[in-house]
């Protein structure tokens, strides 16, 4: 019979697990990482069935379970509460993620200067002393009476420290750099941080206290002690940007008070972060006039359109394979509109490199913007140049069709309160396009793609 105790060998640094030792992580090629853990192949629940003690669980009817609705903070910054899904839940837990310097600290204390003003609020640093805080807090403009700093790195200490003074709002900036010194891995491994993000979620819900988590992205783009976090939180959210550019994006990847298709759109200025309110004008910034290979698309974004640059490169290849490269767009989506545009149209890219990029570091994940791509490649193909004031989307079929997209109306408006004369749409959106829309703007039904290409190009 099988041995009831077997170990496994965890990575200290990413969570991979294998029943055999290696030096190194074969996940993330750390040496000397892999740890032994001991596990029992029975759990305890199935030997206490075994033997009779196991109690029998509560089960409750939905309609007798007491809601008293969930309590929101507002935060002060509209995006931020827009994507928490409408503010900050008592009780919850947040991660906030995102590359070095992107901006979670600035971000955290600019909603404590407008939370302070009812809320007590607990900073807890574990990278900047207080004297760093103030001096960042006095830039920020940040100057409340109810902010209070804690510079520690203990969670023992830390959790004390809640419980004593019961804060209203706990932040923790971040979770790589505080431990629990009963356990023996280094400060920001797995271990460290899934059992430090386990012991403050404990405290916390016990008084029902929100906690935000500011944690590290690896140069992987993932949370460092990766997927363990993003189970235990209610809500994931990630800053993101280039560094080269000013604006931040703030997404939700997991919510579970809200949706996870919102974004909030921010500027980084010298006093800190800036709400954008009019996020396409500014997508839109800086676009080149007159130059072929660039097509407007628009994407919705939760509730919300966004018109984005779309801009794309087709060059002959110098090597013997083409290259494809595709930057905020789907690759293999890229793939299948180029071959639809052979196939359909007679476009031919079979001997040519292709590079897509969608401008201002948004992703557009819908097949909405698959109309937008192709004219941005055939634009670039033939050198012709897409009318500036022109915007088209639609989702492409293998037939070469033009399929319907959702949320039509909204997408035309906000082309035609962008200034735009002129918008390409699926032909089976046209019957959902009001009456006054067509007096403000020309729109165009095509059905397959190559009329799209006679309207546009
Ligand atoms: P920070 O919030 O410290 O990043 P994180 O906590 O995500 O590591 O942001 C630091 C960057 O933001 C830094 O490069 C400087 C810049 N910054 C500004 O441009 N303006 C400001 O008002 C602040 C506070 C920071
Ligand atoms: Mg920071």
């Known amino acids: 019979m099988a041995s009831k105790i077997k170990s496994v060998y965890v990575c200290s640094s990413c969570g991979y697990e294998n029943p055999k030792w290696y030096g190194r992580c074969p996940s993330c090629g750390e040496w000397d990482t892999l740890e032994e853990r001991v596990v029992s192949n029975e759990p305890a629940s199935i030997a206490k069935l075994k033997s009779g003690s196991l109690e029998r669980g509560v089960s409750q009817k939905i309609k007798d379970i007491q809601s008293d609705g969930e309590h929101r903070y507002m935060t002060g910054l509209s995006e931020f509460d827009r994507v928490l899904g409408g503010g900050i839940v008592?009780?919850?837990l947040v991660l906030l993620s995102g590359d070095p310097g992107?901006?979670?600290?600035t971000i955290l204390l600019q909603v404590?200067?407008?939370l302070g003003q009812q809320l007590k609020i607990l900073y807890v640093s574990g990278e900047e002393s207080a004297h760093q805080i103030k001096l960042r807090a006095d830039r920020l403009g940040v100057d409340t009476d109810n902010l209070f700093v804690m510079a520690e790195t203990d969670v023992e200490i830390i959790c004390e420290h809640i419980k004593s003074d019961k804060p209203d709002l706990v932040i923790v900036d971040s979770i790589q750099t505080v431990m629990l010194s009963e356990l023996s891995s280094s400060c920001g491994s797995i271990t460290q941080v899934r059992e430090s993000t386990n012991y403050i979620m404990r405290t916390a819900k016990d008084f029902n206290i929100p906690v935000i988590i500011v944690g590290h992205v690896n140069k992987d783009g993932n949370i460092a002690g990766p997927k363990v976090l993003e189970h235990v939180v209610d809500a994931v959210l990630y800053i993101e940007g280039e560094r080269n550019y000013n604006y931040r994006i703030l997404r939700a990847v997991?919510?579970?008070y809200g949706s996870t298709n919102e974004i909030g759109v921010f500027e980084m200025l010298d006093n800190g972060l800036h709400q954008v309110e009019n996020p396409s004008m500014m997508m839109l910034s800086g676009r080149p006039k007159n130059s072929s290979g660039s097509c407007v698309a628009c994407a919705m974004e939760g509730s919300r359109p966004i018109l984005?640059?779309?801009?794309?490169?087709?060059?002959?290849?110098t090597f013997g394979n083409p290259r494809r490269m595709a930057n905020g767009f789907d690759y293999n989506r890229l793939s299948m509109i180029l071959a639809v545009l052979e196939k359909r149209c007679g476009y031919f890219f079979g001997n040519m490199d292709v590079y897509l990029n969608v401008v201002g570091g948004l992703k557009l994940y819908e097949p909405a913007a698959d109309l937008s791509v192709a004219m941005a490649l055939v634009s670039s193909l033939k050198d012709a140049v897409v009318r500036e004031d022109v915007l088209a989307f639609g989702e492409i079929g293998l037939a070469g069709e033009v399929r319907s997209v959702s949320h039509c109306e909204q997408r035309v408006k906000e082309a035609a309160r962008l200034g735009f004369t002129k918008v390409v749409i699926p032909k089976d959106n046209l019957k959902s396009i009001?009456?006054?829309?067509?007096?403000e703007i020309e729109i165009i039904g095509v059905k397959y793609l190559s009329q799209a290409f006679e309207e546009i190009i």
């Open 102 to 105: 992107i901006g979670k600290s």
């Open 434 to 439: 009001s009456k006054e829309l067509t007096s």
């Open 254 to 256: 997991k919510n579970r």
């Open 90 to 92: 008592k009780g919850s």
């Open 112 to 114: 404590c200067q407008y």
């Open 308 to 317: 984005a640059e779309v801009q794309g490169l087709v060059t002959p290849t």
